[in-house]
């Protein structure tokens, strides 16, 4: 079946840049997506790429796309303490349905 | 900004217990869906319904889970006799359209009950 993985933690200095990265099986997945949760909310999609594209930015941040590898990143350019959050990775695996990864929580120091 | 509500943000339960987890979708979404995290574990979809009806389960959604759309606000999962690996946060989410062909599938998620059954 459909499967999304992605490392659990990453850990950067407020000003660096984040990359996360996130791995997934279902290669006939149309769109990718990135969802962010703060602590206490909901998971907020955050941006997503169509499967034809190889990368996408939006402000400060960027996905990478690579389709034979199946790998999906997310580059947060600039790092700030606000974005300190679990981000998940998840893709369309059937008509309405998402599968996603357990998250990477983002941790941003001072 | 419209948003997803979900009530109880906790409940608490004994095992064999029936409990009913509420949602407010956002008012003009069609699309609602049930998603579930146990603790340190991946986010996994339950079910998505549709015009009063069942879209999509997954294998989780077995007889002992049910939705209901019982007013045209409230979207409720009922568990009905609980067992202690249904501790876990469930996420409500809705959107306005669906389907791998849309330009995008965005559902918009509630912040969640937390489930703990003792």
């Known amino acids: 079946g459909e499967d999304v993985e992605q490392s659990l933690f990453l850990s950067v200095r407020e000003g660096d840049s984040s990359v996360i990265n996130c791995t997934y099986t279902d290669s006939s997945s149309t769109y990718l997506y990135w969802y962010k949760q703060e602590p206490g909310a909901g998971l907020q999609l955050l941006t997503y790429i169509f499967s034809n594209m190889d990368m996408k930015q939006d402000q400060r941040l960027t996905v990478l796309l690579n389709k034979k590898d199946k790998h999906l990143s997310l580059r947060i350019a600039d790092t700030q303490t606000g974005d300190s959050a679990i981000y998940f990775c998840a893709e369309n695996s059937g008509y309405s349905t998402l599968t996603f990864g357990k998250g990477t929580m983002l941790l941003v120091s001072p | 900004e419209p948003e997803v509500t979900q009530t109880p943000s906790h409940q608490v339960t004994q095992m064999g217990q029936e409990v009913i987890l509420r949602c407010v979708p956002i008012?003009?979404?069609?699309?609602f869906y049930w998603y579930r995290q146990i603790l340190g574990q991946k986010v996994e979809f339950l079910v998505s319904?549709?015009?009063?009806?069942?879209?999509?389960k997954s294998e989780i959604f077995d007889d002992q889970f049910s939705v209901e759309r019982p007013d045209g606000s409230n979207f409720t999962l009922k568990i009905r006799s609980t067992k202690l690996e249904d501790s876990a946060m469930y996420f409500c989410?809705?959107?306005?359209?669906?389907?791998?062909?849309?330009?995008?599938?965005?559902?918009?998620f509630g912040p969640g009950t937390r489930l703990t059954v003792l």
């Open positions: 989410a809705s959107s306005e359209r669906a389907g791998p062909l849309t330009p995008i599938n965005e559902q918009f």
């Open positions: 008012s003009n979404h069609l699309y």
């Open positions: 319904f549709y015009n009063n009806e069942i879209s999509e």
